[in-house]
């Protein structure tokens, strides 16, 4: 379908019903037991979109015996009957692509193409990649002389799932597909800030789904994450966001010793050799800068670029980044949106102030954007920071906007020290022609992806998670299915 202005403006003209979403319980939408709500806004216009419950433990403890009451049917299902419906799941969101395109664009402030192309489609990735799995959650056979054992693999039961604000529909998916395809049932609770298009897609998928299969309870981090963690009956949780907020929930699942996967937040290396293809490698730069405006966990917000190429790479990615048409999200020709919320908008504009305190130059960028017609928008030109040293914060810490630091070097050895010299370690990029030193560089860096000449080659089956404090558990893959899954070893005694 051709995106036009037009075309979304009217669409955003439409969608524009100010809808109230319940909780989503039992297979019903029930309002909450505070009768308090929460707006969800238009970063780039601050106007209301929509209101969701504000959640609280009654409202968890409802969802969570839903989410129990269904489980033993749904853990018996067959592979068919999930795979039936996780097609099902995929083809609503096809039929509806656009308005989910334009929900995530209008309550995250991403560019509409992006949300079109990017969004969506991983999201339906995800349930036509695990829409295949079902059939391969197998057990073992282990034989021995005078006995046989037999190893089921399990469905896990209630599994609690936390998910972030930055790409919404995306998250919901990759913690909603395994745990469907495993025979789980779900309590999701999306983040209170951007969660539109989940609680649309909710909506609209609730007639495939047995009752209580999956629920989802929404509102404030601690009001609804606390309870659901810490209940009795919840097996599992899975959680992505910050790392801050992962300590509180790795502390809260200790108290009924229920298992964690946890994505959490990167600071991850793009390395330029002297021999690469600087042109490209410097799109990739732009690219990982504007994409999401920065809001992604995996950017690759520190450059590593050989001294010998410095001068020519920032020359070409300065001029990439001039090229950048930042504006109205809903412009089909914008590449560069919003800030998410004021919150991000107010961090990120406190990482600006910082960088030439502890020493680093802006050579581009560094400041608040106005844009005309939304000058009340969260809006941040896209930045680099050059004469960056690794141990500056801006250096170290996750900034999750449009700005990215960049690190010369000449020695190798040194080069990947200061690489590995960071608390995160989710993904990497590397440019080089040369092929050894390619596998010499991609396996010295303590990360769980590195992508090698092409930044964000993300496929489906991809093992995707981190080392070190940016999380544990592994999504997007078959191991994932072992997260949601467990084992049990029956002996039959033969003697
Ligand atoms: P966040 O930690 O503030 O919030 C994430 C979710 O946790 C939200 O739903 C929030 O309401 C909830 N929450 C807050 N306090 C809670 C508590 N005490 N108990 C339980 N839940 C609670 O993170 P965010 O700001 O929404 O998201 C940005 C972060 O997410 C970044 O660090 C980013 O790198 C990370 N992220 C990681 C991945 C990945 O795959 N590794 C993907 C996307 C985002």
Redesign the pocket.
Known sequence: MELTLDRTREAAAQLSQKAVYGHFIGGEWVEGDSGDTIALENPATRQVLAYIQSGNAKDVDHAVQAASAAFPAWSRSSSLRRQEILLAIAQRLRDRHFDYAMMETLNNGKPISEAYAMDVNWAIAQFEYFAGTPWHIQGQTLDFDDATMIVHREPIGVVAQ??????PLT?AAMKLAPALAAGCTVVL?????VCWAVMEFIRDIADLLPPGVVNVVTG???A???P??THPKVRKVA????????Q??IE?AAANIIPQTM????KSANIVCEDADVEAAAMSAVITTVFNKGE???AGTRVFVHAKVEDAFLDAFARGLASIQQGDPLDPATQLGAMASKAQFDKVRGYLDLAPQEGASIFFGGNAASIAGQENGYFIEPTIFTDVRNNMRVAQE?I?GPVTSVIRWTDEEDMLRQVNDVEYG?AGGLWTNDLRRAHRISRAMETGMVWINRYYNIKPGTP???FKQ??FGR?SCLETLNHYTHTKSVVVNLA
């Open positions: 936390i998910i972030p604000w930055n790409v998250m609770k999306p983040a209170e800030v404030y981090g601690a609804v994450g606390g659901l963690v959680f992505t966001g910050s790392r801050a907020t992962a509180k929930v809260n994505e959490l937040g990167g992604v966990c995996i996750e999750f989710l995707t998670g981190g940016s999380g999504e």
